[in-house]
């Protein structure tokens, strides 16, 4: 890395990112990147970042892997907003002794998602640290005025729906921790949720054109979190009702083989990247549209927010409150 | 810092934080912000980090240095684009144990300038490190069509000016790294140049606006560098005249006490965050107006773009090549 130097991998970056596309007037190269703005869209901006040993654990986690997901993490809360992303800088603090083979493997995966879905990587910035790598990514998109997606637009009465199905990444991260061999397929896939997760893109954008939902958020937090904050902000309850959360199959029966409540660990475990909306009920024929145009994941109802503030789940044993999230600073710390 | 968790850190920076102004639709609170671009602007963004002991010392540097250098590296950049700041993102990488009062040092150096030059901090990322402290500042701003300056726009014949004085951060550095009593106000003010860079803002945004400059780049890693990097992009040579290069006195003093060439140290010393411009003889009018409006410090002719693409530097003795710029990556490597 030291032989190679800062302009060296600038260098090696610019070989392989695709020229500016349209929209782009400057990216990589000059001072900062210059981006004409289609008329009469707003900017979207989101900044995310993974630290090794917090966020990926190279044992398990390839370069590409973490590449992949520095970006994905970003994605996933532009869909959040119903914004489609359009451009992403990329921040790297490298340690000194970072092979050049695994920042080109990060590179990589950033690159390989960022094409997937027309991102154009248009800048960024390389240090050098002597503590773990840190892989910050920003990323830019647009949306239509009065076609953004909130947290704070939902009201009593509205659906709460989750995209996918939940609790996979949490479980799969456990079973990598635990040396588990994931050999099935349900288990495989819990694993692959851990290491790239597939932010709900198409389904974030298509929710925000057609107006099919008035609240959003994505779970990089959990279920029980995401539930928290829109109801919140939105100054509404929720019910959840616990029969009804999507729960991965690999994950149920990797948290059952554990002893522990599949649907407790789901709500409160992080990173699922799905997506939660409250709906009226009146727009459910919107959100069925917008979810077949974006040929993504299905949607499950699994609760309504409520005119009274409290948080709660339901179960055929009765009502409980709902935990706690997953807070990536305080668990790890 | 554990006791007050992530949303504690996040619930100080949004008591902190002003309400979004105009053109900030959605601030800090969602999954991403939301800005409502003025029409016919283009959008310029860049990102820049600070390492704890790469780029910075706790020893000589507060937090609320630290802070203040975290945007002003970014707020340079986009003036060396000639574009006027609006928004940044604050994205740490915190070790667990870092004490809240640093924190919010941190925060409240970044918020002055920020304030100073209208710039609204709308959203960023908290995570934790087991490593150093990592302050990542994304930075968007915005300039008219076909008024961005790029390094790529020099011709030969251009004259090359420099806003400022040069060689203070460095020679700042290496009194704060030698104990040295820096008591007198030129002395001084190389300290405060290391700490507390101040970004030259005004002047790249009116040069912009009356296209004074040809190409323009900042001086994060020397003149020697932009000097090279401006050449380059603009497919010219440079020479440069020794005597003319504005070494700030300070540092003229101190390099001498070492025993140190001060031209050569300063054509290769970096952080100085002035500007670097590549004028046509005939605009120099222009170029005088644009100072004046801003009102920042003076510019000075240190050479010249040449059609001989060698880059050389002019010394009573004789010419001799330009030595290399600094690299913080390699240097510190």
């Keep these: 890395m030291g032989a190679v130097g800062e302009r060296g991998l600038l260098a090696r970056i610019r070989a392989r990112v695709p020229g500016p596309p349209a929209g782009v007037t400057i990216g990589i190269g000059d001072d900062a990147a210059v981006l004409a703005p289609a008329g009469r869209t707003h900017a979207v901006v989101t900044v995310d970042s993974l630290v090794e040993r917090i966020h990926f654990d190279r044992r398990w986690s390839s370069p590409a892997d973490v590449g992949h997901k520095a970006l994905a993490v970003n994605l996933s809360d532009l869909a959040a907003m119903g914004a489609s992303p359009e451009w992403a800088l990329l921040s790297l603090a490298m340690p000194g002794d970072w ?6 493997g990060v590179l990589d ?5 960022a094409a997937a879905h027309g991102v154009a990587v248009i800048g960024g910035n390389l240090a050098r640290t002597d503590g773990p790598l840190v892989v910050n990514v920003t990323c830019g998109g ?9 947290r704070s637009g939902g009201r009593p009465g509205d659906d709460l729906y989750v995209s996918g199905t939940l609790g996979a990444a949490a479980a799969g991260l456990e079973m990598l921790q635990a040396g588990h061999d994931a050999a099935g397929a349900d288990e495989a896939a819990c694993v692959a949720r851990h290491r790239r997760p597939d932010p709900r893109v198409r389904l974030g954008v298509a929710i925000g ?19 928290r904050q829109v109801a919140e902000a939105s100054g509404t309850g929720a019910s959840i009702d616990a029969a009804a959360v999507p729960v991965a199959p690999g994950a149920r029966r990797w948290f059952a083989s554990r ?9 409160a475990g992080g990173e699922d990247y ?8 009146k727009w459910r024929g919107r959100l069925r549209n917008a979810r077949r145009h974006a040929a993504e994941p299905g949607l499950t109802r699994i609760g309504t927010l409520t005119k009274d503030r409290a948080l709660v789940v339901r179960r055929a044993d009765g009502e409980g409150p709902l935990p706690d999230g997953f807070e990536h600073f305080r668990r790890d710390g």
């Design 274 to 281: 799905e997506l939660l909306l409250a709906v009226p009920p």
């Design 209 to 227: 054109r057609a107006r099919a939902a008035r609240a959003a958020m994505d779970l990089s937090d959990g279920l029980a979190d995401a539930v």
């Design 142 to 150: 647009a949306c239509r005025p009065r076609r953004v997606l909130l």
């Design 259 to 267: 002893g522990e409540d599949a649907v407790s660990r789901t709500l």
């Design 109 to 113: 995966g950033l690159l390989a998602l």
């Design 99 to 104: 092979p050049v083979a695994e920042f080109d």
